[in-house]
Nanobody, 118 residues
Framework: QVQLVESGGGLVQAGGSLRLSCAASGIIFRLNTMGWYRQAPGKQREYVAAITRGGGTNYDDSVEGRFTISRDNAKNTVYLQMNSLKVEDTAVYYC????????????WGQGTQVTVSS
């Protein structure tokens, strides 16, 4: 059974930082592209970033230069370091496995709430 468990969300002021984690089980983690998506209230879920099994990374323009995705294959964990957070970054952030750049994989986590206050 595949499980993706996100953590690290919370409330932060604009300009602050948060680091999200996603621990994976039930998949061969090192072979999968891992991605982060987010969904704000009343909006569709949107792509944030992805990292391939080889370590290649890709970011949506809205987060380029502020967010960094990374992975630790020994821990089956993918991270999203979020700096210079903006109010518009407020959303539920979801981990995704098995997709590609801008392409959703089949597996999702339950999401973690990120709220950025002004």
């Amino acid at each position: 059974q595949v499980q993706l468990v996100e953590s690290g969300g919370g409330l932060v002021q604009a300009g602050g930082s948060l680091r999200l984690s996603c621990a994976a089980s039930g998949i061969i983690f090192r072979l999968n592209t891992m991605g982060w998506y987010r969904q704000a209230p009343g909006k569709q879920r949107e792509y944030v970033a992805a990292i391939t099994r080889g370590g290649g990374t890709n970011y949506d323009d809205s987060v380029e230069g502020r967010f960094t995705i990374s992975r630790d294959n020994a821990k089956n964990t993918v991270y999203l370091q979020m700096n210079s957070l903006k109010v518009e970054d407020t959303a539920v952030y979801y981990c995704n496995a098995g997709g590609s750049y801008y392409e959703r994989g089949y597996y999702w986590g339950q999401g973690t709430q990120v709220t950025v206050s002004s």
